[in-house]
Nanobody
Framework: QVQLVESGGGLVQAGGSLRLSCIVSGRTFRRYNMGWFRQAPGKEREFVAA????????NYADSVKGRFTISRDNARNTIYLQMNSLKPEDTASYYCAADTDYSGSRDYEYDYWGQGTQVTVSS
């Protein structure tokens, strides 16, 4: 059983920064590609960023490129999402996801999900 727990959300003013973390339980973290997704009220869940098993490959949604950075620490079973220059439209619940075979933007491809952490950006 794989469990994912996000943290680091909160309230921040536009232009500010937050760093989200996602800790993955179990001893097989290195086998998982990881992704971040978000969902705002009344909207569909959308892709934010993803990172490969080793961390050598990353990809981002166009809306966050240049502002957000995904990274992973395999020794700590943790991935991060550094979010800079936050905008009110970044307000959403943010979820991390894991999958052994897939590292792209399609949410239905990921097998494991966390419960989410709320990010609110005030204008």
């Amino acid at each position: 059983q794989v469990q994912l727990v996000e943290s680091g959300g909160g309230l921040v003013q536009a232009g500010g920064s937050l760093r989200l973390s996602c800790i993955v339980s179990g001893r097989t973290f290195r086998r998982y590609n990881m992704g971040w997704f978000r969902q705002a009220p009344g909207k569909e869940r959308e892709f934010v960023a993803a990172i490969s098993l080793s961390g050598s490959s990353t990809n981002y949604a166009d809306s966050v490129k240049g502002r957000f950075t995904i990274s992973r620490d395999n020794a700590r079973n943790t991935i991060y999402l550094q979010m800079n220059s936050l905008k009110p439209e970044d307000t959403a619940s943010y979820y991390c996801a894991a999958d052994t075979d897939y590292s792209g933007s399609r949410d239905y491809e990921y097998d494991y999900w966390g419960q989410g952490t709320q990010v609110t950006v005030s204008s």
